[in-house]
């Protein structure tokens, strides 16, 4: 696992704390845009400006971040870089919707193959079981998309489109790549809903307490996921770069 050693090493403390500073903020802005109201004229306007000022900000970092690890200087014009990173942020969007479909529809296929199994195996694959099932199944879907895409929006954002496609296509069959992305992506999922779903304490101050120390580890955890995943996907954009340069 060498990629992965490397890519450990370049996630520095300095970046990962940015990245950390950065999603809260934009949390944050978030927040406050729906709490704009629209009633006037002049609201409106406001909230329209404000979502925009928030989506330029948007990817400015998420430029400012690729552009990190890709060590690059990011020489094209900033708009094509946001053009094409918006690209890719619809394509997730549109790859997204059909599974999307299967998880509105999960309980009822969950019935359908509950009734469908036989007789002996219904004890141990309950409608429960099932569900569950389906929702690790799907979310390893949503995973895959967003690895197909992760390369291309790196790439896009790094202002490093050079031999992009060799690059993209190098990417994906590199299986250190996949199994990065599903190990931090099942752990996410899997310490995310365990952490929020855990209510230790009573009353209203206590209870306040956990959730927030809870928003916060999970949020801090799912950021150094993030950028370990982004880290194996520079480490290995940056092999193939070195070796066509070669």
Not at 33 to 43: G, K, T
Not at 167 to 189: D, P, Q, T
Not at 209 to 234: E, H, K, N, P
Request: hydrophobic share 60%; net charge positive.
């Amino acid at each position: 696992m060498s990629a992965w050693r490397e890519a450990l090493r370049e996630m520095r403390l300095s970046l990962v704390a940015g990245v950390w500073v950065g999603a809260v903020v934009l949390a944050v802005l978030s927040v406050l845009w729906l709490q704009v109201p629209d009633s006037h004229v002049w609201q409106f306007v406001f909230s329209i400006v404000f979502a925009c000022g928030l989506l330029a900000l948007f990817f400015w970092f998420c430029c400012w971040v690729f552009r990190r690890m890709m060590n690059s200087a990011g020489r094209e014009q900033w708009w094509l870089r946001w053009a094409l990173l918006a690209g890719v942020i619809v394509t997730l969007w549109l790859l997204q919707m059909p599974i999307d479909r299967l998880v509105a529809r999960s309980e009822l296929y969950a019935g359908y193959w509950t009734s469908r199994l036989p007789h002996w195996l219904r004890g141990l694959r309950t409608y429960e079981h099932l569900l569950l099932f389906e929702d690790w199944a799907y979310f390893s879907l949503r995973l895959i998309v967003t690895g197909l895409l992760l390369p291309v929006a790196v790439l896009a954002g790094a202002d490093v489109l050079r031999n992009s496609t060799r690059s993209i296509l190098k990417a994906w069959s590199r299986w250190w790549y996949w199994v990065a992305i599903l190990i931090c992506g099942w752990i996410s999922f899997a310490v995310s809903d365990r952490m929020m779903n855990w209510t230790p304490g009573h009353g209203l101050a206590s209870e306040t307490l956990s959730l927030v120390l809870r928003l916060g580890f999970v949020f801090t955890l799912d950021v150094v996921l993030v950028m370990f995943v982004l880290a194996v996907a520079a480490v290995g954009l940056r092999q193939d770069a070195a070796a066509s340069i070669e």
